[in-house]
Nanobody, 123 residues
Framework: QVQLVESGGGLVQAGGSLRLSCAAS????????MGWFRQAPGKEREFVAA????????YYADSVKGRFTISRDNAKNTVYLQMNSLKPDDTAVYYC????????????????WGQGTQVTVSS
């Protein structure tokens, strides 16, 4: 079982940047494709970005493509989400997910999930 802890969220003005981190413990994530998801108030949890186990392949939701970058450092057992040119619509709780299988691009209860970190973008 992988335990995930997100950090790096906060309040930022539109156009600003934040870098989220997802620190894993319990076991190495080197064999786990990882993903970031977000959930805004009153909305369903949605896919943001995902990365293959060795980092060679990345995937993004159309709404964040060109602004967000997912990366991982398997030696540090950590996954990152660099968020640039933030918009008020990016306001949400951001969750990290680990999946022992396919790359996580859709929500599933079978993933290991973190507790989330709040990102608020003011206009």
């Amino acid at each position: 079982q992988v335990q995930l802890v997100e950090s790096g969220g906060g309040l930022v003005q539109a156009g600003g940047s934040l870098r989220l981190s997802c620190a894993a413990s319990g076991r190495t994530i080197i064999n786990y494709p990882m993903g970031w998801f977000r959930q805004a108030p009153g909305k369903e949890r949605e896919f943001v970005a995902a990365i293959s186990s060795l980092g060679g392949n990345t995937y993004y939701a159309d709404s964040v493509k060109g602004r967000f970058t997912i990366s991982r450092d398997n030696a540090k057992n950590t996954v990152y989400l660099q968020m640039n040119s933030l918009k008020p619509d990016d306001t949400a709780v951001y969750y990290c997910a680990a999946n022992n299988g396919r790359i996580p691009t859709t929500v599933s209860t079978s993933y290991n999930w973190g507790q989330g970190t709040q990102v608020t973008v003011s206009s």
